[in-house]
């Protein structure tokens, strides 16, 4: 049986997950106060529909407590994001992610029950920075504030080199989860296997492990 998500907020960003939800085939109810907004997904969701959901009337005739996850997307309106948060927590919801605005926005809605909490436009502005500041970089991932998985072109320096030989989880405390070549991906090499020139590494640490690296390895 197939996970059912609501999409709250159809912006930009709610507007996309609740595309590529769809788009997967995936059941997915999307909700804005919007009216042209809905009007714009009532094609591409399972349902969409316009509604107010700071009020608990109105999610419970919307059964949103049947729904396995929900993702509160509202744009610029911290306080309805607050309170549909806070209604949807007491209705039972299973899982609840949240835009923050900010950090402040952030602290009140883990305390008030949020599942998970995402910053998009700051995480993407660290991914883009971390891409244009280094040429080895080809993608990054934040996991927490402070950990991150890295896709990480090796140089020549790490070329005809073992992993067990660069001893870099000692060195960096980091760890090489995968190695692709070509068309190939190698899930969890072993400590022999030869880096070779081009690599891409996938790498996962602490952020400052992964800068360090990062300045010296490569």
Known sequence: MKKEFAVIGLGRFGGSICKELSEQGVPVMAIDNNEERVNKFAAIASHAVCADTTDEQVLKSLGIRNFDHV??????NIQASILTTLMLKELGVNKIT?????DYHEKVLRKIGA????????DMGRRIAHNIVSNNVLDYLELSD???IAEIVASSKL?????????????????????KRGNDILVSPQADELIQTGDILIIIGADTDINRFEKKAL
């Open 115 to 122: 599942d998970f909490v995402v910053h998009p436009e700051r």
């Open 146 to 148: 402070e950990h991150s």
């Open 71 to 76: 993702i509160v997307a509202i744009g610029d």
């Open 159 to 179: 070329g005809g080199h073992s992993i067990i030989d660069l001893n870099i989880r000692a060195k960096y405390g980091i760890n090489i989860v995968a190695i």
């Open 98 to 102: 949240v835009k923050a605005q900010n």
